[in-house]
């Protein structure tokens, strides 16, 4: 270390990496131009065999701060190379950097400022997933960071349990050695789940910040997906329950009840609704398997834990996969577990008209959604999209939901398409909901602008739309892609301004209706090489 760095130099940051040359220089230099907060940068390089170490070697050499671990065994996993950077910092506090990731300016100093001020062991600032190539950034647990706080201790905020990366967070290294807090060694995936249940237990005072202080770079289209993109195999599920399963044993074997309850609520919250989401796209072999392994996990909740929030989408779906021997109703199940909610129909009743699941489903009864809120219910609405060269209408059908829509009584809807490239909204619009006689229903049709839109270029386009009441509630829901003959398909349609204007609706991975469009002959070069890459790659 050198005798020249300001006293104000307080933390060390550990950078792992493994055969990540195109991206650890610009990692590690994140974190060196964090200024005087930081005294030390330590670089592990998990036996590398694309140069890595050798680029790191060459900085470290110009660099004071930059101290090179190089592993001699490739360790399979993040939590061997994540601890073998925490022994080596001299640091009071420690940071967590991955290879492919950055630190945005100020970052280290956010969270050092409000650690000393708070007297807190851990400060927490927001991080946010970058979608690249396009972007696109989307932040994480962003309303435990809406505010500065201090939280005296874990129970006191249970959600704390949803914000489980080990990045973007600060933490003193006294009080991780002295409560012997490590990650998982080896080839642990999801290793940050079971670290960060490991600091909740011991209980830190824990400062939060609305700083950004974290850029989580997501490249789906990588030659090697990371462990949290890489959901194709069973195995992938099996680590995650698993990690899970240890996150709530140690809470609870430390007497935080409230936590460890919270940890199984985000169980059936993020991860059963994650991969019920994708199931659809897995064969039958995939789909038994995981099947039976969520069954057995899901077998180990208690009375209690399901009694809470019975009518909540996480908790219905994983009644219905507990109560089922076989997969079914994949397709349902999926719309259920969208971001938000659907529930279509059949809206099946059991004898005494208790509202259920399905007929031969009575079990997974319904009835918590006859009192939940209008604006919290999962509503199911179909849209369908046929793109014509003289106008395009986007026609929608609200079903109804065991009649509590009749009673909240819906008056409209606001449709608008978000880009997902940039999230600007465009072409907004606002239709009344009329009642359709048969069926129980409303339905509403609004213009398309698809001239406005393709004016930003190429992209993709979600609908979001917003049924309003007449008491004034409201509900942010998506709509399901109505598959009907010719909907779903691409159009070339004439422009006058761009000549040609490819236009594809299609359904998401979670059902939900979405919009490709590629305006002019560049628009529809870049559509057939994407298409190409996409090929290329499950090919591969």
Same mark, same amino acid.
């Not at 104000?8 to 940051?13: D, P, S, V």
């Not at 608008?416 to 409303?442: F, H, K, N, S, Y």
């Given at each position: 270390?050198?005798?020249?760095?300001?006293?104000?130099?307080?933390?060390?940051?550990?950078?792992?990496?493994?055969?990540?040359?195109?991206?650890?220089?610009?990692?590690?230099?994140?974190?060196?131009?964090?200024?005087?907060?930081?005294?030390?940068?330590?670089?592990?390089?998990?036996?590398?065999?694309?140069?890595?170490?050798?680029?790191?070697?060459?900085?470290?050499?110009?660099? &004071?701060?930059?101290?090179?671990?190089?592993?001699?065994?490739?360790?399979?996993?993040?939590?061997?190379?994540?601890?073998?950077?925490?022994? /080596?910092?001299?640091?009071?506090?420690?940071?967590?950097? $991955?290879? $492919?990731?950055?630190?945005?300016?100020?970052?280290?100093?956010?969270?050092?400022?409000?650690?000393?001020?708070?007297?807190?062991?851990?400060?927490?600032?927001?991080?946010?997933?970058?979608?690249?190539?396009?972007?696109?950034?989307?932040?994480?647990? +962003?309303?435990?960071?809406?505010?500065?706080?201090? *939280?005296?201790?874990?129970?006191?905020?249970?959600?704390? #349990?949803?914000?489980?990366?080990?990045?973007?967070?600060?933490?003193?290294?006294?009080?991780?050695?002295?409560?012997?807090?490590?990650?998982?060694?080896?080839?642990?995936?999801?290793?940050?789940?079971?670290?960060?249940?490991?600091?909740?237990?011991?209980?830190?005072?824990?400062?939060?910040?609305?700083?950004?202080?974290?850029?989580?770079?997501?490249?789906?289209?990588?030659?090697?997906?990371?462990?949290?993109?890489?959901?194709?195999?069973?195995?992938?599920?099996?680590?995650?329950?698993?990690?899970?399963?240890? +996150?709530?044993?140690?809470?609870?074997? /430390?007497?935080?009840?409230?936590?460890?309850?919270?940890?199984?609520?985000?169980?059936?919250?993020?991860?059963?609704?994650?991969?019920?989401?994708?199931?659809?796209? =897995? $064969? /039958? !072999?995939?789909?038994?398997? %995981?099947?039976? !392994?969520?069954?057995?996990?899901?077998?180990?909740?208690?009375?209690?834990?399901?009694?809470?929030?019975?009518?909540?989408?996480?908790?219905?779906?994983?009644?219905?996969?507990? +109560?089922?021997?076989?997969?079914?109703?994949?397709?349902?199940?999926?719309?259920?577990?969208?971001?938000?909610?659907?529930?279509?129909?059949?809206?099946?009743?059991?004898?005494?008209?208790?509202?259920? %699941?399905?007929?031969?489903?009575?079990? *997974?009864?319904?009835?918590?959604?006859?009192?939940?809120?209008? !604006?919290?219910?999962?509503?199911? #609405? $179909? /849209?369908?999209?046929?793109?014509?060269?003289?106008?395009?209408?986007?026609?929608?059908?609200?079903?109804?939901?065991?009649?509590?829509?009749?009673?909240?009584?819906?008056?409209?809807?606001?449709?608008? %398409?978000?880009?997902?490239?940039?999230?600007?909204?465009?072409?907004?619009?606002?239709?009344?909901?009329?009642?359709?006689?048969?069926?129980?229903?409303?339905?509403?049709?609004?213009? *398309?602008?698809?001239?406005?839109?393709?004016?930003?270029?190429?992209?993709?386009?979600?609908?979001?739309?917003?049924?309003?009441?007449?008491?004034?509630?409201? =509900?942010?829901?998506?709509?399901?892609?109505?598959?009907? &003959?010719?909907?779903?398909?691409?159009?070339?349609?004439?422009?006058?301004?761009?000549?040609?204007?490819?236009?594809?609706?299609?359904?998401?991975?979670?059902?939900?209706?979405?919009?490709?469009?590629?305006?002019?002959?560049?628009?529809?070069?870049?559509? #057939?090489?994407?298409?190409? =890459?996409?090929?290329?790659?499950?090919?591969?």
């Amino acid at each position: 270390m050198s005798p020249h760095l300001p006293q104000a130099a307080q933390i060390g940051i550990v950078v792992i990496g493994y055969d990540d040359a195109a991206h650890v220089l610009d990692a590690v230099g994140s974190a060196l131009a964090q200024g005087p907060a930081v005294r030390e940068v330590v670089a592990v390089d998990d036996c590398s065999t694309d140069g890595s170490a050798e680029l790191l070697a060459r900085l470290a050499a110009s660099e &004071p701060r930059l101290t090179l671990v190089r592993r001699p065994a490739n360790s399979g996993g993040c939590g061997t190379p994540r601890n073998t950077g925490l022994d /080596a910092v001299t640091s009071p506090y420690v940071m967590f950097l $991955d290879s $492919d990731d950055v630190l945005p300016p100020g970052a280290a100093q956010a969270l050092l400022t409000a650690a000393a001020e708070e007297g807190a062991q851990v400060a927490s600032g927001l991080c946010v997933r970058r979608e690249l190539p396009s972007g696109r950034e989307v932040p994480w647990e +962003a309303s435990l960071h809406a505010t500065r706080t201090a *939280v005296e201790h874990p129970a006191l905020l249970p959600r704390l #349990v949803h914000d489980t990366l080990c990045v973007g967070k600060l933490y003193r290294t006294g009080f991780l050695r002295d409560h012997g807090i490590r990650f998982p060694e080896g080839r642990f995936p999801y290793e940050d789940i079971v670290f960060t249940a490991r600091v909740l237990a011991a209980g830190p005072r824990i400062a939060l910040v609305p700083d950004r202080v974290y850029v989580w770079h997501v490249r789906r289209s990588a030659e090697r997906l990371s462990i949290s993109l890489d959901r194709a195999g069973i195995d992938n599920w099996r680590a995650r329950t698993e990690a899970c399963r240890l +996150a709530h044993e140690t809470l609870l074997g /430390a007497g935080q009840k409230e936590a460890a309850r919270a940890a199984r609520d985000k169980f059936l919250d993020h991860e059963l609704r994650m991969y019920v989401r994708e199931l659809g796209l =897995r $064969d /039958a !072999h995939y789909r038994r398997a %995981w099947w039976a !392994h969520t069954r057995a996990y899901l077998s180990e909740y208690d009375a209690a834990d399901w009694a809470r929030d019975p009518g909540a989408p996480g908790r219905l779906v994983g009644r219905v996969v507990l +109560a089922s021997p076989e997969p079914r109703d994949l397709p349902r199940l999926r719309e259920l577990a969208a971001r938000p909610a659907r529930l279509g129909p059949p809206y099946a009743r059991a004898a005494d008209g208790t509202p259920v %699941w399905s007929a031969d489903l009575p079990g *997974v009864t319904l009835e918590p959604l006859l009192t939940r809120p209008v !604006h919290a219910l999962p509503l199911a #609405v $179909d /849209a369908a999209l046929r793109p014509r060269t003289r106008g395009t209408r986007l026609r929608l059908r609200l079903h109804e939901l065991y009649g509590r829509l009749a009673e909240a009584g819906p008056e409209s809807v606001r449709a608008e %398409w978000r880009r997902r490239e940039d999230g600007r909204a465009q072409a907004c619009r606002t239709a009344a909901l009329v009642p359709v006689t048969v069926g129980g229903a409303w339905s509403a049709e609004a213009d *398309v602008d698809l001239a406005g839109m393709a004016a930003l270029g190429a992209g993709t386009w979600d609908l979001h739309l917003r049924v309003r009441f007449r008491d004034g509630a409201s =509900r942010e829901v998506t709509a399901h892609a109505y598959a009907g &003959p010719g909907l779903l398909r691409r159009r070339a349609l004439p422009s006058a301004r761009h000549g040609v204007l490819l236009v594809q609706p299609y359904a998401t991975h979670s059902g939900a209706l979405a919009l490709r469009l590629a305006p002019g002959a560049r628009g529809a070069w870049a559509v #057939v090489r994407g298409r190409v =890459r996409r090929l290329i790659h499950w090919a591969g």
